[in-house]
């Protein structure tokens, strides 16, 4: 069972950029699924979740507005598009599975499936 992040990267304040997350080994199709970020210093924090059918979904709200989180449950990914990216969203960006939950949840602790982290830079 595996979870691969992709698309992090280096980008002026005001960009955008969009992140993947490819699930293999297993069909992820009722687990929650959600992104989760660290800076350095801090403590991981969700930015986005979605439940198992794509409907409903929470935002941490300093992205509300700017970041949106879609699945493709065919697909077995999870992406999440970034706009008018700023300097304080500046971490590593985690993806995670939830086997236990099919609703979106914020809890990291509730998550037990983890992509292994893409950097995402956003100069001012």
């Known amino acids: 069972v595996q979870l691969q992040a992709s698309g992090g990267g280096l980008v002026q304040a005001g960009g955008s950029l969009r992140l993947s997350c490819a699930a293999s080994?297993?069909?992820?199709?009722?687990?929650?699924r959600g992104w989760f970020r660290q800076a350095p210093g801090k403590e991981r924090e969700a930015v986005a979740a979605?439940?198992?059918?794509?409907?409903?979904?929470v935002f941490l709200d300093s992205v509300k507005g700017r970041f949106t989180i879609s699945r493709d449950n065919v697909g077995n990914t999870v992406s999440l598009q970034m706009n008018s990216l700023k300097p304080e969203d500046t971490a590593v960006y985690y993806c995670?599975?939830?086997?236990?939950?099919?609703?979106?949840?914020?809890?990291?602790?509730?998550?037990?499936?983890w992509g292994q982290g893409t950097q995402v830079t956003v100069s001012s």
């Open positions: 995670a599975a939830s086997s236990r939950y099919t609703a979106a949840r914020s809890d990291p602790r509730l998550y037990d499936y």
């Open positions: 979605i439940n198992s059918r794509g409907i409903g979904r």
């Open positions: 080994g297993r069909a992820f199709i009722n687990y929650a």
